[in-house]
């Protein structure tokens, strides 16, 4: 499995961006998938996932109301849509995806992506 990030960027406090992760190899339409982050001197911590329908979403409390997870019509696309965004928003996003929902929210999945770098200046 393949995944790769995009849509980073640099963005005053309160503007949006959207990332996207485009997934391929073997059956990643099943694939749940979800967003980390991690800022320099701090751990990977959990963002957002989507089920491989679609149908459920979860999101870290720290986001709640101003990021939405989707996937594309052809699920192998995830978009994260990042809106009123924070200074400690600022962080190395990464894709992870898994067959197994709960290791893409523990993220302890073995598939990642590169990251993309999300700054939000003050």
Known sequence: VQLVESGGGLVQAGG???LSCAA???TVITYAVGWFRQAPG???EFVAAIS???TRVYYDDS???RFTISRGNAKNTVYLQMNSLKPEDTAVYYCVADENPSTV???TSD?????TQVTVSS
């Open 42 to 44: 701090t751990e990977r």
């Open 24 to 26: 391929s190899g073997r």
């Open 16 to 18: 949006s961006l959207r």
């Open 111 to 115: 598939y990642w992506g590169q990251g």
């Open 52 to 54: 491989w329908r679609g």
């Open 105 to 107: 929210v523990t993220g």
């Open 63 to 65: 986001v709640k109301g």
